[in-house]
Structures are given as structure tokens and as C-alpha cells.
């Protein structure tokens, strides 16, 4: 499968931007309203990963919009029966909750993640 630009050295600098940027305490917490950094362990590799994504928070659950999934790999990790994983400096704090994905009809792909009680 092709990667195209989601592969590219300019992407890859923009989330490792977007992530250091989520460290900062004051921009951290601005940027966590709508932009969080998940982090997990692959599933085949054991290795932690850390990634920025766009997330929408209702209550308990935070869904996780894919955009170009086929250009992405880390939303795998989380098919069947979903995984665990951390939403770093959500609204101030990290969460931790199972994330489990899924692809519509359409193509689409949604990771929906249920957070643990704090």
C-alpha cells in the first residue's frame, strides 16, 4: 500500500510539532480542546507510539474521525475488540480508556473510545 504524503518527512515533522506543542502547559491546554496526542503500544511491535488527532469528546466517550484511513496504519491497532490507550492533556489531564475501531460501508473509519473512570 502506497503512503504517499502521510509518509513524507513534512508530515512527520508536523505531528512531532503538534505533539511537543501538547507539552507546553498553557498551549497544551488550548490545543487539547479540539487536538489531543493518543498514545499506545502497537500490537505487533510492543513499541509506544504517539500521534495527534482531531477528537470530539461527549461525556465518557471520545470519537476519533480517520481521515485517509488507507494511508494510515496506527487505527489497526485498535480492530475486534479494541485496545488501551492514553489521551494525552485532554481538557487539562491525560485519560486513559479502550479505543476500538471501526470501518463503515463508505470506507470510513471511526475509533470511538470509552474512558475509564477516573
Known amino acids: 500500500m502506497a503512503r504517499g504524503i502521510f509518509n513524507s518527512p513534512v508530515v512527520r515533522w508536523f505531528n512531532a510539532t503538534a505533539v511537543g506543542?501538547?507539552?507546553?502547559?498553557?498551549?497544551?491546554?488550548?490545543?487539547?480542546?479540539?487536538?489531543?496526542?493518543i498514545r499506545y503500544t502497537g500490537r505487533r511491535s510492543g513499541q509506544p507510539f504517539e500521534t495527534p488527532v482531531s477528537v470530539?469528546?461527549?461525556?465518557e466517550q471520545v470519537t476519533i474521525n480517520v481521515m485517509a484511513p488507507?494511508?494510515?496504519n496506527w487505527w489497526r491497532n485498535f480492530l475486534g475488540e479494541g485496545r488501551?490507550?492514553?489521551l494525552v492533556n485532554l481538557d487539562g489531564r491525560d485519560h486513559t480508556g479502550?479505543?476500538?475501531?471501526?470501518?463503515?460501508?463508505?470506507?470510513?473509519?471511526?475509533?470511538?473510545?470509552?474512558?475509564?473512570?477516573?
Open 21 to 37: 506543542l501538547t507539552h507546553v502547559p498553557v498551549l497544551g491546554r488550548w490545543i487539547g480542546r479540539g487536538v489531543v496526542v
Open 56 to 59: 470530539k469528546r461527549e461525556g
Open 70 to 72: 488507507d494511508n494510515k
Open 84 to 86: 488501551p490507550l492514553t
Open 98 to 118: 479502550r479505543a476500538i475501531a471501526h470501518r463503515d460501508g463508505q470506507g470510513r473509519v471511526t475509533v470511538t473510545v470509552q474512558l475509564d473512570a477516573p
